[in-house]
């Protein structure tokens, strides 16, 4: 893996936790914890996407 992409994971990404997920993922740490760093990704690039707007243009959502 990319050295940025490992950091960026690092900063981003907690640690695996079962409590965190729900119980129909526990059994499948893979899947939940794939699912918990797809979110977060998702999150991030919305807000990077909105930061990147024009503030006239956001008016017009409203």
């Known amino acids: 893996m ?3 992409f490992e950091e960026l994971f690092g900063a981003w990404c907690a640690p695996y936790d079962p ?7 526990r059994t499948d740490p893979l899947k939940a914890y ?3 760093a797809f ?3 998702f999150k991030l690039a919305l807000e990077l996407a909105f930061s990147c707007l024009d503030p006239k243009d956001l008016s ?3």
């Not at 409590?19 to 993922?25: E, G, I, V, W």
């Open 2 to 4: 990319n050295i940025l």
């Open 19 to 25: 409590d965190r997920f729900p119980a129909h993922l």
């Open 34 to 36: 794939g699912q918990y």
């Open 39 to 41: 979110e977060e990704g």
């Open 60 to 62: 017009h959502l409203e």
